[in-house]
C-alpha cells in the first residue's frame, strides 16, 4: 500500500478482504498525504465472514467498526 501511495500518489481503498479488520483499516488510514480512503470488506452478510452467525445475528466482532470510525472517521 505504502508503495502504491508513493507511486502513484492517488487516493487508494482497499475492497474485497475478510480478516484482520482492525489493521487493513489501520494501514490504510495511516498512508501518507492523506490517500488511504478506507476499505470494503469481502461478503459482509456472509456468516463466514464473522459479523453474523449463522441465523443472521451481529456477532460482538461487529464492534471493531465502531471503534475504527470513532479512530479513523470521527477522530480525524
Known sequence: MLDLAKR??????????SD???EVHDIVFHLPNDLGRGACIWEPLNWRSGLFDK??????LF??????????????
Open 8 to 17: 502513484y500518489n492517488k487516493p487508494l481503498n482497499v475492497v474485497e478482504y
Open 55 to 60: 441465523k443472521g445475528e451481529v456477532t460482538g
Open 20 to 22: 484482520f479488520k482492525k
Open 63 to 76: 464492534s471493531v467498526y465502531d471503534e475504527i470510525h470513532a479512530v479513523h472517521i470521527q477522530g480525524h
